[in-house]
């Protein structure tokens, strides 16, 4: 494939006939067509009294590069009247004005505007039954495959029975301590065609210790809809090997439970089933296209991807280290596998390998070379082994507990 292909294959041809019935399922044509830039939406509100946010992007071709869609106007109105503006904080990323929760027995609709003067509105959706996230506890467990690890599980339970069609989400926090740190940090003072000069400083910046962010990348869902009682137990939402990295020090995960619409539940369906990992399909290359609940007021036959949803959400953390459930277990290894090096300081002005990776942040400074390794006076080693803040963040989270 290449740019000058009038016709280009889209990763997803896919209109979800049924999105809006309860439990439908209909076969998915797909086919190959001209490429289309369609406007996708990914936006929700909640009974979390917060800042929601809404997400506008366009797609694009297979070899294109992904576009914001910037200068919006940007509204969510209920059919009591009330409207809730929202702000573009950054290309594309549109943050309610003020904090607001969803409440029962309203529905609410996403408007927007495009700079360009087309007008796009949702289905009215309205808050599901909400559920009680009862627990969310961990366990020493073995996985499908036989490997030995720690679960992740919920208890939730609907007081009305009407919760039913859950979605799962999780958000995990953990410590990361570079294990080749050193307060030291190696400079350039200056080069010229023959002559140059380096100098050891202390660093500026913690880069020993930070914490790392991973966002949970599955669809999971859970229906009751089978079941005599609205119930979740021992509901797994994830699992840790032994091995994971992020379990060598502190660990920390959020876990969310969201009760969500019978739209709302086939849709996300319908991308589970299509392979689409999470629901970061609507911020991630876009070539192809999903329809949700949106529409063009003006045409109704443009197509517009996405969805707009209204969720029932609760969510509690735990902390946890390794240890406490598998007392003589080993450290798992680091993130990835560390070198060291020295490199070389030969060469003409600009193509020295020394000053090079110092300018580069290829390598961060360990030590003095006195001898161990062929090349230049400084030992380096892989950058992420020695500056933690290329895998995290060096701001302790307001939350953590050490």
Not at 110 to 120: A, F, N, Q, R, V
Request: glycine share 6%; charged share 25%; aromatic share 12%.
């Amino acid at each position: 494939m290449n740019s000058n292909n009038s016709r280009y294959f889209w990763v997803l041809i896919i209109v979800v006939a049924c999105v809006f019935s309860k439990g439908c399922t209909e076969p998915y044509a797909f086919d190959e067509e001209a490429f289309d830039e369609v406007l996708i939406v990914d936006g929700s509100v909640s009974n979390q009294h917060k800042k929601h946010k809404i997400s506008l992007s366009r797609s694009y071709a297979f070899d294109g590069t992904p576009t914001m869609e910037k200068g919006a106007v940007v509204q969510v109105r209920t059919n009591k009247g009330d409207r809730f503006n929202f702000k573009e904080q950054k290309e594309g990323i549109y943050e309610a004005e003020v904090p607001f929760a969803a409440v029962a027995d309203e529905k609410y609709t996403l408007e927007i505007t495009t700079l360009e003067g087309k007008h796009y509105e949702s289905t009215p959706m309205m808050l599901p039954e909400p559920a009680a996230l009862e627990q969310v506890y961990a366990e020493a467990a073995v996985n499908d495959r036989g490997e030995e690890g720690i679960s992740i599980l919920l208890d939730a339970a609907s007081a009305s029975n009407q919760s039913r069609l859950y979605r799962f989400e999780y958000e995990e926090t953990y410590k990361i301590v570079a294990p080749y740190w050193t307060p030291y940090d190696a400079i350039v003072v200056f080069e010229g065609t023959s002559t140059f000069a380096t100098d050891i400083i202390l660093r500026e910046t913690e880069e020993q210790t930070c914490y790392g962010t991973a966002l949970s990348e599955r669809i999971q869902l859970r229906s009751t809809l089978n079941q005599t009682q609205d119930r979740l137990q021992k509901e797994p939402v994830h699992f840790l090997p032994l091995n994971d990295p992020k379990l060598q020090h502190r660990y920390s995960v959020l876990v969310r439970l969201l009760v969500e619409s019978a739209p709302t539940y086939s849709y996300f369906e319908t991308l589970k089933d299509l392979s689409v990992t999470s629901s970061a399909f609507f911020t991630e290359k876009q070539p192809g296209y999903i329809a949700g609940n949106m529409k063009n007021r003006e045409d109704s036959s443009e197509k517009v991807a996405g969805f707009f949803r209204v969720s029932a959400v609760a969510e509690k953390r735990i902390f946890f280290n390794l240890n406490d459930f598998y007392p003589e277990a080993e450290t798992p290894d680091y993130f990835i596998s560390c070198t060291q090096f020295a490199p070389s300081t030969e060469g003409s002005r600009g193509n020295r390998n020394l000053l090079n990776t110092i300018y580069s942040g290829y390598g961060r400074f360990y030590k003095l070379n006195t001898g161990e390794f062929p090349g230049g006076p400084y030992i380096f080693i892989t950058t992420q082994c020695g500056d933690c803040t290329v895998l995290g963040s060096n701001r302790v989270p307001e939350f953590w507990i050490p």
